[in-house]
């Protein structure tokens, strides 16, 4: 992660509550956070913002964590990016 700026890391999830709770845990610890609610908008917000580390639940609406991880980690700018 990037030491002259703040680290950009990416919550996808669909429940609203999960990404409350962890971009006010992140952004206490000076992480700059995105957010994302479906798996299709997890992909499109990692192409566009290029996050350090994605947090992305299993289960989400039109395309699931799998199928997320997969189209990111199919573009080589974005396939060494960590995901959980």
Same mark, same amino acid.
Do not use: C
């Given at each position: 992660?990037?030491?002259? @700026?703040?680290?950009?890391?990416?919550?996808?999830?669909?429940?609203? &509550? =999960?990404?409350?709770?962890?971009?006010?845990? /992140?952004?206490?610890?000076?992480? @700059?956070?995105?957010?994302?609610?479906?798996?299709?908008?997890?992909? &499109? =917000?990692?192409?566009?913002?290029?996050?350090? /580390?994605?947090?992305?639940?299993?289960?989400?609406?039109?395309?699931?964590?799998?199928?997320?991880?997969?189209?990111?980690?199919?573009?080589?700018?974005?396939?060494?990016?960590?995901?959980?």
């Amino acid at each position: 992660m990037q030491t002259n @700026r703040r680290s950009t890391v990416m919550v996808a999830d669909d429940y609203d &509550e =999960v990404r409350t709770i962890l971009k006010s845990w /992140l952004e206490q610890h000076s992480f @700059r956070v995105v957010e994302a609610k479906s798996g299709k908008e997890a992909v &499109e =917000v990692a192409e566009r913002e290029h996050p350090a /580390l994605i947090l992305m639940d299993l289960a989400m609406p039109e395309i699931d964590g799998f199928g997320a991880a997969f189209l990111i980690r199919a573009r080589k700018d974005l396939h060494d990016v960590p995901i959980i």
